[in-house]
């Protein structure tokens, strides 16, 4: 199971980067795919999930309006478009693949740094 984490990078505040998450070694389709992200000294949190359709899309307050999650089900991918971004989106930000009570897989993370 291989979950690699794309696109991070350095950016100044109020511009846009676009993460991808390749996935392989399990059913991409049947898994609920989500983005989640640890600033330095702080708990990991969830930022953006998108069910195993790709239907149903939640996000966490603080970047709803502002980030975008999709998926490819034939390509394996999972996105995270980010725009207008803020110093306090900092933070490494991890792929992860859920399905619930059997199966739990977690990307290595990429750095993702707003700064002037």
């Known amino acids: 199971v291989q979950l690699v984490e794309s696109g991070g990078g350095l950016v100044q505040p109020g511009g846009s980067l676009r993460l991808s998450c390749v996935a392989s070694g399990f059913t991409f389709r049947s898994y609920v795919m989500s983005w989640n992200r640890q600033a330095p000294g702080k708990e990991r949190e969830l930022v953006a999930s998108?069910?195993?359709?790709?239907?149903?899309?939640n996000y966490v307050d603080s970047v709803r309006g502002r980030f975008t999650i999709s998926r490819d089900n034939a390509k394996n991918t999972v996105t995270l478009q980010m725009n207008s971004l803020k110093p306090e989106d900092t933070a490494v930000y991890y792929c992860r693949a859920l399905l619930p009570a059997r199966s739990d897989y977690w990307g290595q993370g990429t750095q993702v740094t707003v700064s002037s």
């Open positions: 998108i069910s195993s359709s790709g239907g149903i899309r």
